[in-house]
């Protein structure tokens, strides 16, 4: 079945950078573009951005430029996340979800999520 | 782009039906058929439920139903159900990004 599967929590210092990885299986990878939805603690999903799986195109929501790094590794069907000069305000699950096989612009399946914590 | 309005809370009691608000602008929801909703229950990822105003996935309950008119889309559960209590989200294209989500509602299930 359509998976996605998400590398686990993370506790990083102000300045640091951390990676979340989304490992995909159960379909072509190169097929669906893959968006990025951060949850901060008690809030709402935020769109961050997708990457075009295809040619590895990241397009970056307002916010989400500069500091953030959508990339690819197709050879193992993952997508990363990289957040690089972490803040406090960037303590949130983080989730990867794949474009859906069957209407544009909606997301399914989601990874399971990761949280990133930020903290001195 | 500011979020989509969603209530904050809405309750019912088992067996009753609810309805979820989701309003947008001209530039969103008014202007584009691509309102997906999601249900996310603590601690878990979201889930999608509805697609494209009024349809559902393969495995989601025909108790859930959506539509929309103006500038305003709903979400409607029907013969509500324990398991039912969770956060809902929708979500529409837009003129300016590919995902505007809204505020988020937290249903309740007396």
């Known amino acids: 079945q359509v998976q996605l599967v998400q590398s686990g929590s993370e506790l990083k210092k102000p300045g640091a950078s951390v990676k979340v990885s989304c490992k995909a299986s159960g379909y072509t990878f190169t097929t669906y573009g893959m968006q990025w939805v951060r949850q901060a603690p008690g809030q709402g999903l935020e769109w961050m951005g997708w990457i075009n799986t295809n040619t590895g195109k990241p397009t970056y929501a307002q916010g989400f430029t500069g500091r953030f790094v959508f990339s690819l590794d197709t050879s193992v069907s993952t997508a990363y996340l990289q957040i690089n000069n972490l803040k406090t305000e960037d303590t949130a699950v983080y989730y990867c979800a794949r474009d859906s096989s069957i209407s544009s612009f909606s997301v399914d399946p989601w990874g399971q999520g990761t949280l990133v914590t930020v903290s001195s | 782009q500011s979020a989509l309005t969603q209530p904050a809370s809405v309750s019912g009691s088992p067996g009753q039906s609810i309805t979820i608000s989701c309003t947008g602008t001209?530039?969103?929801?008014?202007?584009?058929?691509?309102v997906s909703w999601y249900q996310q229950h603590p601690g878990k990822a979201p889930k999608l439920i509805i697609y494209k105003v009024t349809y559902r996935p393969s495995g989601i309950s025909n108790r859930f139903s959506g539509s929309k008119s103006g500038n305003t889309a709903s979400l409607i559960i029907s013969g509500l159900q324990a398991e039912d209590e969770a956060d809902y989200y929708c979500n529409s294209y837009s003129n300016t990004s590919p995902y505007v989500f809204g505020t988020g509602t937290k249903v309740t299930v007396l």
């Open positions: 001209t530039s969103d929801v008014g202007a584009y058929d691509f």
